[in-house]
């Protein structure tokens, strides 16, 4: 703008003048195609090298558009380059709609097509003639396969072969003659090609075959299996999960050598491709299960999941529930267990967890250990649980509402006491019990983030450093201190991860409304959280049940009956075969005491003598004696009896 | 006649049993005991047997008219009785009187929390958290109610037994003379009209396509009709007990007395805390089962789909009946005294009416499996 001069630029002094818009953050490249972009409106992200979803009503409707007028509407669409702008994502769409050729260059290709070999430098493509006739490549991603299998069992097979003959498509004589892999398959899709390279395997291209061949060639780094980081059992298996699928798949198989069990394979993810393992008994599970779980999976229509957690929160029933309707768990055997109760597992490659489905809130407070552990002690332990987490959830709330609004309730000396802790301290409760709850969230997760050693240490140093300053700066009372650390102990004996977050979330809740109305607010969070818990499901089955709604008990819920008096399994999940052992699991306790050595002899010599007899009496004898003996006279004349038939069948 | 699909849910016996025994129950927390005592005197718990037998009289007549119409819960026979219009009507009534008697056992409710517990809070903050509630819980139908009653019924009927046994050093057995009160007559005839104190059994007439059958709503009733009378009869007998029908007519709420009664040294004394949890969760749950059903009735009079869009309207209306009495007397000589003492001649008298309308119209519910019902 050029500047007034003279009396017109002395008024524009006095007159008012917008101020310029300052230039904080410009980005020329932006402006330019943004004006460019003006120009062909609809398409701005085409400029920008962005391509929008389409839905697939709307690619119809542009397809039945073009039809019907007979002529490319795309060619309209032309920016001032000359490019052409399409509807639908060119690259992705093409690739997968070519097929694999005769022609060993169009193939090389289409590989180098798919994976953009020129700027991807991961894709190997090796190029060698087979037997010194036909012109042949491999394929694979490099990190991903193993180099000495390629090396020894693919390619040296393949090159050293000499008498090859004319085939009509010689890849058929090489599957079952040449490639020495355990496991190969004749691919003819490119998309299913495309998947198998991209997991580890190495596909070989043939001249004049239009198909290709996988070979199982998988062997990137991964983890060894080492001990469980969160769900540690003083007895018990020692083992857990590794981020590979095929290791976990492997470690519950281990332990479940049951020829029903089932492993089937589900991709999830559409950019990264990823696997998860459905794993179930089959003829054990209600099979209503199995087809809702894959039903949710093939339902998923996203780009990257990178694991389990993930993964439970898309196939989750209420994602708005506080408490997981799914259980994670690292342990193999824990798994197997759930296996074995009619329960399904889900494994996806990438995480060390399997997630068990469905479950009750009764399974979220077990651990392999009880099962482990003699039933008394077992018992004794699910109770601390529960304990746990009622202190975790409630205890602080029902501080507040107690010391604000229930004071008549506390025993006198115990009200003196607390009174007495809280003489010098300026704040209201309910800050009090903020602050100090802050301040234990924040060093849990300082010690978390904190690596190594120091992150323990921190958790210990800053517990007592900072109890003991508040206190002494008359911040906090001593009561409060205790109460807090209580409900923090409660907090970690919980031994579900996501149901310790659940209580975590709760409490704060239970605060407030202790804060705000008392027991009659807490009360009223009990009402709301119990209706919410009760019609949450976990696959279709009720949060609560063996509670609400009420079905029979599996004699292993909160209280473990001795492990030979659960008879059945838990039947909540409807499982086709309720019993899991007979009424006499302990057929020993009805069978007659083995017979001690220096008996033994006796009985042998008793047994050669009243064999020439029994050879006489039919054996009648000694079955009869031994049957008295065992105080078994009823089941002994059955056995007589049986005795008898056989004989009569001789 | 087209039937409107059950979106309900469906529950079991135990859970029958639940949802109308804690409705029934619940009055035992409030002035129910100190108004039994001061009409019959030492002969209350005597006078509740009385009751509870009517009651069970009364509920064979209901079970004889739900028998005469298989698969059609009450609001449906009364269509089928006396037509579209008048079976709508009265259903309408019945869907009234339910939120009037949600609205009133709130009203009562929130005037003893007040008086007892929270003399500082506003009312108008304890009704709006206590009617949030019980639209959520509403929100979950009929199913959602069912299970928090099967979830909370036996804590809060073990919690009661508990207060009971713990006050059982303050029980003097002489109080209980002279038996028979004020006289064998008063007794029974209050008995009788006290067996309004039952009628919430009725509810089960209106839930009976959401539980299985028949069988279930016939063992259901009984089974809860007893229950509750034990709980009543046991309740009543303590009170006098412990404070003498003199002491035990001034109380406002019997139970609350008994458990700050309680004291066996002095760190375990005044156990307030127990009854205030069983008192406040069967409350909720019994106002939420009233308020649920009073919309659940409208939805099923005009054919409404869903109950969830009404929930709103009908927690606005809830409040506005729960604020009409002025003060705690007006509440408790008006509306608790309706409910309680002279319900019965609606809810009872209604159904068996519907009966012998019924019975000389030879009007039947309709053939199953090939044969009349």
Redesign the interface.
């Known amino acids: 703008m050029a500047k007034k001069r003279g009396i017109p630029g002395l008024f524009s002094l006095l007159t008012y003048k917008k101020p310029k818009e300052e230039e904080s953050f410009y980005i020329p490249e932006t402006e330019e195609e943004k004006r460019q972009a003006r120009k062909i409106r609809g398409v701005e992200h085409k400029v920008r090298g962005i391509i929008k979803p389409t839905p697939v009503s709307m690619i119809k409707k542009v397809k039945t558009k073009e039809q019907s007028k007979g002529k490319n509407k795309e060619t309209a669409r032309e920016d001032q380059s000359g490019e052409k702008y399409q509807v639908v994502n060119k690259d992705d769409g093409n690739i997968l709609a070519e097929e694999i050729s005769r022609d060993i260059d169009e193939n090389m290709e289409l590989v180098k097509k798919a994976f953009n070999a020129e700027k991807n430098k991961d894709i190997i493509i090796r190029e060698f003639t087979v037997g010194g006739r036909l012109r042949a490549f491999i394929s694979y991603i490099d990190g991903m396969a193993d180099r000495i299998t390629i090396n020894d069992f693919i390619i040296k097979p393949l090159m050293i072969k000499k008498e090859f003959q004319e085939e009509d498509c010689s890849l058929d004589r090489i599957l079952r003659e040449v490639l020495e892999t355990n496991q190969a398959t004749k691919i003819s899709e490119t998309g299913e090609m495309i998947y198998e390279i991209l997991v580890g395997n190495t596909c070989l291209f043939v001249e004049g075959c239009d198909y290709c061949v996988s070979s199982e060639t998988k062997g990137y780094e991964r983890r060894a299996v080492s001990t469980p980081q969160t769900e540690g059992v003083v007895r018990g298996s020692q083992e857990a999960f590794t981020e590979n699928m095929r290791t976990n798949v492997t470690l519950v198989r281990r332990i479940v050598k049951n020829k029903d069990l089932s492993t089937e394979f589900l991709k999830i993810g559409a950019r990264n491709q990823n696997q998860c393992a459905v794993m179930y008994i089959d003829g054990l599970i209600n099979p209503a299960i199995v087809e809702e779980i894959k039903r949710r999976i093939k339902g998923l229509k996203t780009d990257f999941i990178a694991g389990s957690g993930m993964l439970e929160q898309f196939i989750e029933e209420n994602t708005w529930s506080i408490v997981p309707t799914i259980l994670s768990t690292e342990r193999p055997d824990r798994t197997a267990s759930h296996l074995i109760e009619g329960k399904a597992a889900i494994i996806a490659d990438g995480t060390p967890f399997a997630l068990i489905v469905p479950v009750s809130i009764a399974t979220m407070l077990h651990t392999p250990e009880d099962t482990t552990l003699r039933w008394q002690y077992g018992t004794l332990l699910r109770i601390i649980r529960i304990f746990a987490l009622f202190i975790a959830t409630f205890i602080p709330g029902l501080y507040v509402a107690l010391t604000n609004?229930?004071r008549?309730?506390i025993?006198?000396?115990?009200l003196i006491a607390i009174a007495k802790a809280r003489e010098n301290v300026p704040f209201p409760t309910i800050i009090e019990v903020l602050l100090m709850e802050v301040s234990f969230e924040l060093i849990r997760e300082a010690g978390i983030r904190i690596p190594g050693i120091i992150g323990n240490t921190i958790g210990i140093i800053g517990a007592l450093i900072l109890g003991q300053a508040a206190v002494q700066a008359n911040l906090v009372s001593p009561v409060l201190i205790i109460i807090v650390a209580i409900t923090g102990l409660g907090n970690f004996a919980v031994p579900d991860f996501s149901v310790a977050f659940a209580a975590r979330i709760s409490r704060l809740a239970f605060i407030i409304l202790g804060a705000f109305?008392?027991?009659?607010?807490?009360?009223?969070g009990?009402?709301?959280g119990?209706?919410?818990l009760?019609?949450t499901k976990s696959f279709g089955v009720?949060m609560?049940t063996y509670?609400?709604?009420?079905v029979s008990n599996s004699n292993d819920l909160v209280i473990r009956r001795p492990i030979w008096m659960q008879e059945f399994r838990p039947e909540n999940v409807n499982p086709l075969d309720v019993t899991r052992q007979s009424k006499v699991s302990r057929k020993w306790v009805e069978e007659a005491p083995a017979p001690a050595e220096d008996s033994d002899e006796e009985e042998q010599e008793g047994k050669r003598e009243s064999k020439t007899e029994g050879e006489e009496t039919g054996g009648k004898e000694i079955k009869g004696r031994e049957k008295k003996g065992s105080g078994k006279s009823g089941e002994g004349i059955e056995d007589e009896e049986d005795e008898e038939d056989d004989d009569d069948q001789e | 006649m087209t039937t409107i699909r059950n979106r309900e849910g469906a529950f079991g016996t135990y859970e029958a049993i639940c949802i109308t025994s804690t409705l029934m129950i619940t009055k035992i927390f409030y002035t129910s005991i100190s108004v039994i005592i001061d009409i019959e005197g030492t002969s209350g718990w005597i006078g509740t047997i009385v009751s509870c037998l009517t009651t069970l009289v009364m509920f064979s007549l209901i079970y004889m008219l739900m028998k005469r119409f298989p698969n059609k819960d009450i609001t449906q026979i009364f269509e089928a009785v006396l037509g579209r219009f008048s079976g709508k009507v009265l259903s309408l009534v019945f869907s009234a009187y339910l939120l009037f008697y949600a609205a009133s056992s709130l009203r009562e409710f929130v005037e003893m929390i007040k008086a007892y517990n929270l003399p500082y809070s506003p009312p108008s903050l304890l009704v709006f958290a206590f009617i949030a509630v019980c639209a959520i819980v509403a929100y979950y139908g009929l199913e959602g109610i069912a299970r928090i009653s099967g979830i909370f019924f036996i804590p809060v009927i073990v919690a009661l037994f508990v207060i009971l046994l713990l006050a059982s050093p303050n029980y003097n057995i002489n109080y209980m003379k002279p038996y028979l009160g004020y006289g064998l007559k008063e007794t029974v005839v209050t008995g009788l009209l006290r067996c309004s104190a039952y009628d919430e059994v009725v509810i089960l007439a209106f839930m009976i396509n959401s539980m299985h059958g028949l069988k279930t709503f016939k063992r259901a009733g009984y089974s809860s009709i007893i229950i509750t009378g034990i709980t009543f009869s046991s309740n009543l007998l303590c009170n006098v007990l412990a404070f003498t029908y003199t002491g035990g007519r001034e109380n406002l709420s019997g139970l609350f007395e008994l458990s700050r009664a309680i004291y066996f040294n002095r760190f375990v004394q005044r156990l307030e805390s127990i009854f205030l949890f069983a008192w406040v969760i069967s409350s909720l749950v019994s106002v939420a089962i009233a308020f649920y059903l009073s919309i659940n009735i409208y939805t099923k009079a005009f054919r409404i789909p869903g109950h969830r869009p009404l929930i709103f309207p009908f927690s606005f209306l809830l409040f506005m009946v729960a604020l009409i009495p002025k003060n705690m007397s007006e509440v408790v000589q008006l509306n608790i005294h309706f409910i309680r003492q002279y319900s019965c001649f609606f809810i009872y008298l209604v159904p068996v009416m519907i009966l012998f309308i019924a019975v000389i119209f030879r009007k039947r519910g309709d053939i199953v499996h090939g044969k009349k019902n």
């Open positions: 609004f229930h008549e309730m025993p006198t000396d115990l109305l008392g027991f009659y607010g807490i009360s009223l009990i009402v709301v119990a209706v919410m009760a019609c009720p609560l509670f609400a709604p009420k």
